[in-house]
Each structure stands twice: as structure tokens, then as C-alpha cells.
């Protein structure tokens, strides 16, 4: 699997922003698809993920309600569509896809390339 996100720049804060990411090669036992990020000096931290099959969604409560997370199936592609930003939010964004629901970055497969995101006050 092939994961190629696109999407991010700058954004003032307030706005919103839309990232996308194509799995391309996907196989049946690729169940789930999740955003992360990793700001400056920080871990990388779970931000929402999204099951193909049922299309079943969770948050991190950091972007809960403002935040929503999608599938194509038709065309492979998760999309994740953040509103209310703040500088917070800056970081690099990164999917991953893997065969169960987890929270943690560990236990996913395989990542996409992480595409810069920057909110500025």
C-alpha cells in the first residue's frame, strides 16, 4: 500500500482546511485509515480515523467537533476537513492505514509522506 497525502499550507486561524489521502494498492485486510500529526518537539499524536468497511469514525478530543473525517471507497481516499483552527493545529500531517482500530502510531502498516500544515494567528 501507497499512501500519498496532499493538502496542507497555510491557513490563518479561524479557517479551514481539507487534506486527502489516496491509498493507492490497498489490500482487504486495510480496514482502517488514520490521521496523525506531529507538531515541533512533540510526539506524533493520533487526530481521527475512519474504517473502511462501516465507515465507523473517531477523534481526538483535540479536534472533536470540528473536525470531520471521510472515505471514497470508489476511489480509495480519506479526506480530513478541519474547521476552527487555531496555531495549535500546526504540524505535520501524516496518514497511515492498518488492519484494526488503534489510538497509538504504533501498529500501522504503512504511512503516508506527511504534508506540512501551518495555522498562523
Known amino acids: 500500500v501507497q499512501l500519498q497525502a496532499s493538502g496542507g499550507g497555510l491557513v490563518q486561524a479561524g479557517g479551514s482546511l481539507r487534506l486527502s489521502c489516496v491509498a493507492a494498492g490497498r489490500s482487504l485486510s486495510i480496514n482502517v485509515m488514520a490521521w496523525f500529526r506531529q507538531a515541533p518537539g512533540k510526539e506524533r499524536e493520533f487526530v481521527a480515523l475512519i474504517t473502511w468497511s462501516g465507515g465507523t469514525t473517531y477523534y481526538a478530543d483535540s479536534v472533536k467537533g470540528r473536525s470531520t473525517i471521510s472515505s471514497d471507497n470508489a476511489k480509495d481516499t480519506v479526506y480530513l476537513q478541519m474547521n476552527n483552527l487555531t496555531p495549535e493545529d500546526t504540524a505535520v500531517y501524516y496518514c497511515?492505514?492498518?488492519?484494526?482500530?488503534?489510538?497509538?502510531?504504533?501498529?500501522?502498516?504503512?504511512w503516508g509522506q506527511g504534508t506540512q500544515f501551518t495555522v498562523s494567528s
Open positions: 497511515a492505514a492498518g488492519r484494526t482500530v488503534l489510538f497509538t502510531s504504533k501498529g500501522y502498516d504503512y
